[in-house]
């Protein structure tokens, strides 16, 4: 069973930053794309990161060029987003997310994941 776990969300003012952590288990990742994305009241649910497990390759939404940078830590099957400069826009909730395929690419759409967390907030006060 695959288990993404998310934290490191909470309250930060504009132009602050915050690391985003989703700690996975549960199957061998090395074939997964690992994705975060947010929603926001009353919106539809967006990609923001992704990463290719195998070579780490990535992919943004515009909007988050140059502030958000996505990794993993290998050993500890661990995720991050460190986001920085952060605007009031950003305010979400953020989930991470799973998902394999023999040719693991870095989608956008949600329904393309096989696995979600929780989800965590992350508010940005102006």
């Known amino acids: 069973q695959v288990q993404l776990v998310e934290s490191g969300g909470g309250l930060v003012q504009a132009g602050g930053s915050l690391r985003l952590s989703c700690a996975a288990s549960?199957?061998?990742?090395?074939?997964?794309?690992m994705g975060w994305f947010r929603q926001a009241p009353g919106k539809e649910r967006e990609f923001v990161a992704g990463i290719r497990w195998r070579d780490s390759s990535t992919y943004y939404v515009d909007s988050v060029k140059g502030r958000f940078t996505i990794s993993r830590d290998n050993a500890k099957n661990t995720v991050y987003l460190q986001m920085n400069s952060l605007k009031p826009e950003d305010t979400a909730v953020y989930y991470c997310?799973?998902?394999?395929?023999?040719?693991?690419?870095?989608?956008?759409?949600?329904?393309?994941?096989?696995?979600w967390g929780q989800g965590t907030q992350v508010t940005v006060s102006s």
């Open positions: 997310a799973a998902r394999w395929a023999t040719i693991p690419v870095i989608t956008t759409t949600p329904a393309t994941y096989d696995y």
């Open positions: 549960g199957r061998t990742f090395s074939s997964s794309v």
